[in-house]
C-alpha cells in the first residue's frame, strides 16, 4: 500500500485499487505452483533418454527387475532394506492390475519427488532418496519410457509399517515434497552436470556417503552403509578418502584421484586402476555401462574434482 501511495495522486481512488488489485493477482498466481508440472512425451529423444537412464545410470532394474541385471523384467520382487527393514520392489511395468498402468502420472511422479502414493500411503523415502530433484525432462522421459514397456503380470505385496515404527524408526525422516519446475542443468557446466547425475540420477550417496549420527548429518561420500542384496552385505567404501575409517576405506587410491581414462573404464567395465572388479551383485555398475558417454565423462569430471583429505 505505501508503495502504490507513493505512485499514485491521493484522489483516483479507483486507479490505486485496481494497481493493488493487479498486485494481489501477480503475488498470488507466483506463490500458486502447478503441483505437477511433468508433462509425457513420445517423441523419440525423449524415449531414448528414458531408455538410456532407466536401463543406464538410474538403474531402475537394480532393485525393480526380476534379477539386478539390465534388460530383466521390471516386475518387482527383489526384496531391499531400509530403516524400516525388508521391503519388495515393486512391479513398474504398465500392467493395470498389478503394475503402474492405471496408476495416474501425476501419481507416478509424487512416488519419486514425495514419497505419497494412492490411498494417502506413504512410502520411505529412503528407498527413492535424491530422484526429489531429478529435472522435470529427465523424470518425464524416465515415466514415458516405463509407460511403454510391456504390461506384465506380477503382483507384488505392499509392506504395512505400523505406528510405533513409523514415530520411532522413522522419527528424522524428513517429510517433502518437491513442487513447481526443476530445470535441467546444461551439459556444458560439465562439473555441475556431473553433480546432478552423481546425486540426482545415479545416486551415489544412497550407498556412499557415511552415516548420520542424532546431531550430525551424512558425511558425503565417505562410505560406510552397509548394502544388502539376497548374495548379502557388502560395506560401501569411500569414494573420496584415503584414509582408513572403520574399514571402509577402499583398496587403493580413492576415486578422486583416478585419472577419466580410468574412471571411463570403471563405469564401463566395473574395473579399478588396481585391477578387481566391482562385484555387480550390490553395485549397479552392470546399468552404468550403458549410460551415455557424456553423462560418464561428466560424472568422472565431478568426482575427480573432489577434495580429497590429507593423510594423517
Known amino acids: 500500500m505505501f508503495l502504490v501511495r507513493q505512485f499514485l495522486p491521493p484522489g483516483r481512488e479507483a486507479a490505486r485499487l485496481l494497481v493493488i488489485g493487479v498486485a494481489i493477482g501477480v503475488i498470488a498466481s507466483c506463490s500458486q505452483v502447478p503441483r505437477d508440472p511433468v508433462v509425457l512425451s513420445r517423441d523419440k529423444a525423449v524415449m531414448a533418454r528414458g531408455k538410456e537412464l532407466v536401463e543406464g545410470l538410474a538403474s531402475c532394474g537394480f532393485c525393480h527387475g526380476k534379477t539386478r541385471e539390465p534388460g530383466a523384467p521390471m516386475v518387482g520382487g527383489l526384496v531391499w532394506h531400509d530403516r524400516y527393514g525388508e521391503v519388495s520392489a515393486a512391479n513398474i511395468t504398465p500392467d493395470r492390475e498389478t503394475g503402474i498402468g492405471a496408476v495416474p502420472t501425476a501419481e507416478v511422479v509424487k512416488v519419486l519427488r514425495g514419497g505419497w502414493a ?40 505392499r509392506r504395512s509399517v505400523g505406528f510405533y515404527e513409523r514415530n520411532v524408526n522413522g522419527f528424522f ?6 513442487r513447481g519446475y526443476v530445470p535441467e542443468i546444461p551439459r556444458r557446466f560439465a562439473v555441475e552436470y556431473g553433480k546432478y547425475l552423481v546425486d540426482r540420477v545415479a545416486r551415489c550417496g544412497m550407498c556412499h556417503n557415511g552415516a548420520s549420527g542424532i546431531f550430525s548429518g551424512e558425511s558425503y561420500l565417505t562410505g560406510g552403509q552397509t548394502v544388502r542384496t539376497e548374495w548379502g552385505e557388502r560395506v560401501a567404501p569411500s569414494l573420496v578418502d584415503s584414509r582408513e575409517a572403520e574399514g571402509v576405506r577402499r583398496r587403493g587410491k580413492p576415486f578422486a584421484t583416478w585419472s577419466e581414462a580410468e574412471a571411463l573404464v570403471f563405469f564401463r567395465k566395473g574395473l579399478t586402476p588396481e585391477g578387481p572388479s566391482v562385484d555387480s551383485r550390490f553395485c549397479p555398475v552392470s546399468f552404468y555401462s550403458r549410460a551415455a558417454e557424456e553423462d560418464l565423462v561428466a560424472m568422472a569430471v565431478y568426482l575427480r574434482g573432489l577434495n580429497v583429505p590429507e593423510k594423517e
Open 173 to 178: 525422516e524428513d517429510e517433502h515434497e518437491v
Open 118 to 157: 494412492g490411498e494417502d500411503r506413504h512410502i520411505s523415502l529412503d528407498v527413492h532418496r535424491g530422484y526429489e530433484w531429478m529435472a522435470d525432462g529427465d523424470l518425464a522421459a524416465i515415466v514415458a519410457y516405463l509407460r511403454d514397456l510391456p504390461p506384465l503380470h506380477g503382483r507384488v505385496e
